[in-house]
C-alpha cells in the first residue's frame, strides 16, 4: 500500500521547548510544541532520542 509521511527532523538542545540546532553559521531555534501542533488530530509515531559521546580508550 502506498502512503505519504509527514515528517520533521530536529537535532539540538531540547531546554524550554525550545530545540536550538547549531549551524556553522548561526543558532536556529525551534519551538518543539508549536511543531507537535501541526499534528493535532493525526495518527502520529514519536522517537526522541538523547546522544552522548563514548570516550575512546587511550
Excluded: C
Excluded at 502512503?3 to 553559521?25: A, N, P, W, Y
Excluded at 543558532?27 to 518543539?32: G, Q, S, T
Amino acid at each position: 500500500m502506498a502512503k505519504r509521511v509527514h515528517s520533521i527532523s530536529l537535532k539540538g538542545r531540547f531546554e524550554d521547548g525550545m530545540v536550538t540546532e547549531e549551524t556553522k553559521h548561526s543558532d536556529e531555534v525551534y519551538d518543539l510544541f508549536a511543531l507537535i501542533n501541526e499534528f493535532e488530530g493525526k495518527e502520529i509515531s514519536v522517537t526522541i532520542q538523547e546522544v552522548n559521546p563514548i570516550p575512546a580508550v587511550g
